[in-house]
């Protein structure tokens, strides 16, 4: 029996105890996974055996008692849902089209299981085309780990989308989505989403691999080489000879920490060049090298490490010692620590996509929101930064907008009629254009109408302050307005709610400006359905400018003033609800030369004619 002093001991104990852990279930636990895998190569039959060893441990509260692996290679083949998906929406990937349907037995992909053991016991699975569904022999308990075992086979397909073989740059392996990969499970359950050519979800883990292939080939991606001075082929360290191999093949092996996703490309022509920066990254880039590459790839090689060195200092330090640029899939892709980007291009398109995939580090790489729920949340902030960093780069004139493209694709989405809310499953766009558009571009200005509404430098800090809350958690859209309303203590679960779960639109409009005595009246009309804070810029007969600031009530409070912006003289809030606004001007009408709402353009007014007037 417990006496009186060990009995509030205990209860003091079992205080804590419970304290603690309803702090740990108010955190967002993350699964993790370590795979070990060794795969054997045949760039004859361009066929390949593979082997798994997989330690999931569960960190969530839930009992598992199954698991889900996805199997994309299984889409390249006539059917599949990815290619009845691009043979039946109205505007179809032309990279796709209905390539898929003709591919033949021997330019087909897949990827099969054949064993899959937990701790040693049989697993009840089927292979459902891109999904295995596993029924597990015993649950898997919160906050333990088990052993998965697989052996696998597969097909590399024809080069069609992002992965396969004999790309029409003549690469010829993009070794993409290749092995069995254990599906996401999170606060949402478990997403074990069918491939139908979109966007990737995955779990942070350690990757061991070992890929065994023809002696001739060059091999690039993820992961930092562990066997430099056996395999050579530009990998070796100054002044160490590579033993010749006594097979025909050598064995590659990789180790990559704490990453999502394990990609490699292979060619026999790769030219590697290395480029060593002064904060320990270490930048690759591989290519074959001819007429059409050799210039400009060379002259990438400046370009990559400006764009990191800039990404790091403005959105979260590169968290990996190694970027891979690697000439291969069907466009540009990004992967951790490495893209694959078709070669072909002028220097600014080369550019251009190696700064995207790059940027994709950060968001897609480090953040890894849920890509197919929210695919705006990584394409969207990749371009927005991406726009950032090819201005710095490439040195425009301040005065310049870099987010113009973005403004010109959600304009072109509106006019469409096509837009459907950012909320939208990545895969359950009704069409690719309102997809593209919607994620890309209206996913950019999410961050461009913030920086209007909270001011630029309280968004630039907020960015740094997303990467150091969220890298390595998993964000949502909630979590990134939090952070937005932590930095700028205002409100603005309105704009989220506006933004991403509607198409409403912004249109503001100058009605009149009147004359009232020795005072102007000026009317402003908000003719479309979101609602925004205005910054009215006024110019007088003299050139001098001022602002006139009206934010919205439901934001609760003000952006500070913005640096290089015209000096504030009259702030008034604006209920939403009030389709009109009538300010007093405490200015002659004679001595005004014009009213305009946003002059910066930054807001994302889908008519701006009306947003003028001059006298």
């Given at each position: 029996?417990?006496?009186?002093?060990?009995?509030?001991?205990?209860?003091?104990?079992?205080?804590?105890?419970?304290?603690?852990?309803?702090?740990?279930?108010?955190?967002?636990?993350?699964?993790?996974?370590?795979?070990?895998?060794?795969?054997?190569?045949?760039?004859?039959?361009?066929?390949?055996?593979?082997?798994?060893?997989?330690?999931?441990?569960?960190?969530?509260?839930?009992?598992?008692?199954?698991?889900?692996?996805?199997?994309?290679?299984?889409?390249?083949?006539?059917?599949?849902?990815?290619?009845?998906?691009?043979?039946?929406?109205?505007?179809?990937?032309?990279?796709?089209?209905?390539?898929?349907?003709?591919?033949?037995?021997?330019?087909?992909?897949?990827?099969?299981?054949?064993?899959?053991?937990?701790?040693?016991?049989?697993?009840?699975?089927?292979?459902?085309?891109?999904?295995?569904?596993?029924?597990?022999?015993?649950?898997?308990?919160?906050?333990?780990?088990?052993?998965?075992?697989?052996?696998?086979?597969?097909?590399?397909?024809?080069?069609?989308?992002?992965?396969?073989?004999?790309?029409?740059?003549?690469?010829?392996?993009?070794?993409?989505?290749?092995?069995?990969?254990?599906?996401?499970?999170?606060?949402?359950?478990?997403?074990?989403?069918?491939?139908?050519?979109?966007?990737?979800?995955?779990?942070?883990?350690?990757?061991?691999?070992?890929?065994?292939?023809?002696?001739?080939?060059?091999?690039?991606?993820?992961?930092?080489?562990?066997?430099?001075?056996?395999?050579?082929?530009?990998?070796?360290?100054?002044?160490?000879?590579?033993?010749?191999?006594?097979?025909?093949?050598?064995?590659?092996?990789?180790?990559?920490?704490?990453?999502?996703?394990?990609?490699?490309?292979?060619?026999?022509?790769?030219?590697?060049?290395?480029?060593?920066?002064?904060?320990?990254?270490?930048?690759?880039?591989?290519?074959?090298?001819?007429?059409?590459?050799?210039?400009?790839?060379?002259?990438?090689?400046?370009?990559?490490?400006?764009?990191?060195?800039?990404?790091?200092?403005?959105?979260?330090?590169?968290?990996?010692?190694?970027?891979?640029?690697?000439?291969?899939?069907?466009?540009?892709?990004?992967?951790?620590?490495?893209?694959?980007?078709?070669?072909?291009?002028?220097?600014?398109?080369?550019?251009?996509?190696?700064?995207?995939?790059?940027?994709?580090?950060?968001?897609?790489?480090?953040?890894?929101?849920?890509?197919?729920?929210?695919?705006?949340?990584?394409?969207?902030?990749?371009?927005?930064?991406?726009?950032?960093?090819?201005?710095?780069?490439?040195?425009?004139?301040?005065?310049?907008?870099?987010?113009?493209?973005?403004?010109?694709?959600?304009?072109?989405?509106?006019?469409?009629?096509?837009?459907?809310?950012?909320?939208?499953?990545?895969?359950?766009?009704?069409?690719?254009?309102?997809?593209?558009?919607?994620?890309?571009a209206k996913g950019a200005l999410f961050l461009v109408q913030l920086g209007y509404i909270i001011g630029e430098e309280t968004l630039a800090n907020a960015m740094l302050r997303y990467w150091n809350t969220w890298k390595y958690r998993h964000p949502n859209p909630n979590d990134v307005i939090r952070v937005m309303e932590k930095e700028s203590g205002l409100e603005l679960d309105w704009f989220k709610e506006y933004w991403v779960y509607t198409t409403k639109t912004i249109d503001y409009a100058i009605k009149s400006v009147k004359e009232d005595g020795e005072n102007t009246l000026l009317t402003l009309e908000r003719k479309g359905l979101m609602p925004m804070p205005l910054d009215v810029v006024i110019t007088y007969q003299d050139g001098?400018?001022?602002?006139?600031?009206?934010?919205?009530?439901?934001?609760?409070?003000?952006?500070?003033?913005?640096?290089?912006?015209?000096?504030?003289?009259?702030?008034?809030?604006?209920?939403?609800?009030?389709?009109?606004?009538?300010?007093?001007?405490?200015?002659?009408?004679?001595?005004?030369?014009?009213?305009?709402?946003?002059?910066?353009?930054?807001?994302?007014?889908?008519?701006?004619?009306?947003?003028?007037?001059?006298?």
């Open positions: 029996m417990l006496n009186m002093k060990n009995s509030c001991s205990f209860l003091l104990f079992l205080v804590l105890m419970g304290t603690l852990q309803v702090n740990a279930q108010s955190d967002r636990w993350q699964q993790s996974v370590s795979y070990k895998m060794e795969v054997d190569m045949d760039v004859n039959t361009n066929q390949y055996q593979g082997t798994q060893v997989i330690a999931y441990t569960n960190n969530s509260p839930d009992t598992l008692h199954r698991v889900f692996f996805h199997l994309y290679y299984n889409a390249f083949q006539p059917n599949s849902m990815m290619d009845v998906r691009s043979r039946t929406i109205a505007d179809p990937d032309r990279r796709v089209g209905d390539r898929i349907s003709k591919l033949s037995p021997e330019e087909i992909g897949y990827l099969h299981v054949q064993q899959l053991t937990m701790n040693g016991l049989p697993v009840d699975y089927e292979e459902v085309e891109t999904i295995l569904e596993g029924n597990l022999p015993q649950p898997i308990l919160p906050f333990t780990t088990v052993l998965f075992e697989t052996r696998f086979e597969g097909q590399v397909p024809l080069q069609v989308r992002r992965a396969g073989r004999d790309s029409e740059e003549g690469v010829r392996y993009s070794m993409s989505q290749w092995y069995p990969k254990i599906s996401n499970y999170d606060y949402q359950g478990w997403h074990a989403n069918p491939y139908i050519g979109r966007e990737f979800y995955g779990i942070w883990g350690d990757f061991d691999v070992r890929i065994k292939i023809d002696k001739e080939y060059t091999l690039g991606g993820t992961g930092y080489l562990q066997n430099n001075n056996e395999i050579g082929h530009g990998y070796e360290d100054e002044g160490v000879k590579v033993p010749t191999p006594e097979s025909d093949k050598l064995t590659w092996h990789f180790n990559a920490p704490r990453v999502h996703d394990f990609m490699w490309a292979a060619d026999p022509n790769y030219t590697h060049d290395k480029i060593e920066m002064d904060n320990g990254v270490t930048i690759h880039h591989l290519y074959i090298k001819s007429s059409r590459t050799a210039s400009n790839w060379e002259k990438l090689k400046s370009y990559t490490p400006a764009a990191l060195s800039y990404m790091s200092e403005h959105f979260g330090e590169y968290p990996y010692k190694q970027f891979s640029v690697i000439q291969g899939g069907d466009g540009g892709m990004e992967y951790p620590m490495s893209t694959l980007i078709t070669g072909h291009r002028t220097l600014g398109s080369l550019v251009g996509v190696m700064v995207h995939e790059l940027v994709h580090s950060w968001f897609h790489g480090v953040l890894g929101n849920n890509e197919s729920l929210y695919p705006w949340m990584d394409e969207g902030f990749t371009s927005y930064a991406s726009s950032l960093t090819m201005a710095h780069i490439f040195s425009e004139q301040p005065s310049e907008n870099p987010h113009r493209g973005s403004f010109a694709g959600y304009q072109r989405l509106v006019e469409s009629g096509l837009e459907e809310p950012l909320a939208t499953h990545a895969d359950h766009f009704h069409t690719n254009v309102a997809y593209g558009s919607a994620a890309y001098s400018q001022e602002t006139l600031y009206l934010p919205l009530a439901i934001q609760r409070g003000e952006k500070p003033e913005e640096k290089g912006k015209p000096k504030r003289i009259h702030t008034e809030r604006w209920p939403w609800v009030e389709p009109e606004k009538t300010v007093t001007i405490e200015v002659p009408f004679r001595q005004i030369k014009s009213v305009e709402i946003d002059p910066s353009e930054r807001m994302a007014d889908i008519n701006r004619d009306n947003n003028k007037k001059e006298f």
